[in-house]
Every structure is written in C-alpha cells, then in structure tokens.
Nanobody, 123 residues
Framework: QVQPVESGGGLVQAGGSLRLSCAASGRAFRSYNMAWFRQAPGKERDFVAAISWSGGSTYYGDSVKGRFTISRDNAKNTMYLQMNSLKPEGTAVYYC????????????????WGQGTQVTVSS
C-alpha cells in the first residue's frame, strides 16, 4: 500500500511558484496511478491533478489547468506538482494519494492519507 509523505509547501505571493513533492514508500508505488488533492479551510478535499502509473498520461482539475504540472519519477518513488501563477484561492493543505480509477474527475483515493503540506498564497 502507498504511504505518502508530502513536502515543499510554504508561503508565496500571488503569481509565484512552488514545487511540491510526494515521496511514497513501497515498491508498489510505480504500479499505481497517483493524484494530488487539496483542502482549503472549511472546505472538502478536492481533486487537483492525476498521473498514470507510467507517467505517460496526466489530467487536471479545471481550476489549475495551464498553471500546474504533475510529474513522477518511479525510480525515486516520488511524484511532483509544479505550481505556477499561484492564486490566493490556492491556499490549502495539499495531499497526494493513489487513486482507484484513472480518468475520473472525482477519483477515489486508494491509500492512506499523509499529513499534507500547507501552501499559503498571499495577495
């Protein structure tokens, strides 16, 4: 089972960039489709982006298309989220997880939730 550890969050001004990392234990990581999610204060956890097990296919939530890029390095058991042109509404705790069905805009996570990493975008 994938057990993720997220990192790379921080405080950034609107328009700035951050790169998040998701390190997952277990050799099974490379066989899982993976995704990033985020949860803003007082809101439900939402889908951000997903990547296929091979890294050959990706898709994004509408609010981040054209600004965020998801990638992975299976040799390092690590997934990334490059976030550019950040907006204040992007302030949230960001989580990664494996997903059961690749292609769903509301993917169901299949592993344990980590602690997440806080991203705060100031206006």
């Amino acid at each position: 089972q994938v057990q993720p550890v997220e990192s790379g969050g921080g405080l950034v001004q609107a328009g700035g960039s951050l790169r998040l990392s998701c390190a997952a234990s277990g050799r099974a990581f490379r066989s899982y489709n993976m995704a990033w999610f985020r949860q803003a204060p007082g809101k439900e956890r939402d889908f951000v982006a997903a990547i296929s097990w091979s890294g050959g296919s990706t898709y994004y939530g509408d609010s981040v298309k054209g600004r965020f890029t998801i990638s992975r390095d299976n040799a390092k058991n690590t997934m990334y989220l490059q976030m550019n042109s950040l907006k204040p509404e992007g302030t949230a705790v960001y989580y990664c997880n494996c997903i059961q069905v690749y292609g769903s805009t509301q993917p169901i996570p299949c592993g344990s939730w980590g602690q997440g990493t806080q991203v705060t975008v100031s206006s």
